[in-house]
Nanobody, 124 residues
Framework: QLAVSGGGTVLAGGSMKLSCAAS????????MAWFRQSPGKEREGVAA???????VYGDSVKGRFTISKDTRKGTLDLQMNNMKPEDTAMYLC????????????????????WGQGTQVTVSS
């Protein structure tokens, strides 16, 4: 569970969609999120989906990335548009059964379940 697929290399300005296998987290009991990490940098919250359905985005991806849940497929998806070289990172998905405040949905330490990530590279 929480295995990510869809990574690879894309040109700047292009689009890419990541999917996280998360069938056991599709109930309303879990908040789920996407994080990313580049070498030498701290893990950064990208987008999160609260149990209430509220979506939160990091400032650097607002208006470009969209988080969604596909209950039919059992996946948490991240649609990334107008990608930039600074989006290059390892992308991971995470889940927690804790009902977090919206203000801390993108805080790394609040998630208890993590999957292996996938590398995304944006070339200029």
């Amino acid at each position: 569970q929480l295995a990510v697929s869809g990574g690879g290399t894309v040109l700047a300005g292009g689009s890419m969609k990541l999917s996280c296998a998360a069938s056991e987290y599709m109930t309303g009991a879990y908040a789920m999120a996407w994080f990313r990490q580049s070498p030498g940098k701290e893990r950064e919250g990208v987008a999160a989906l609260h149990q209430d359905g509220v979506k939160v985005y990091g400032d650097s991806v607002k208006g470009r990335f969209t988080i969604s849940k596909d209950t039919r497929k059992g996946t948490l998806d991240l649609q990334m548009n107008n990608m930039k070289p600074e989006d290059t990172a390892m992308y991971l998905c995470a889940a927690t059964s804790i009902r977090l405040l919206y203000s801390i949905l993108l805080v790394t330490g609040t998630y208890t379940k993590w999957g292996q990530g996938t590398q995304v590279t944006v070339s200029s």
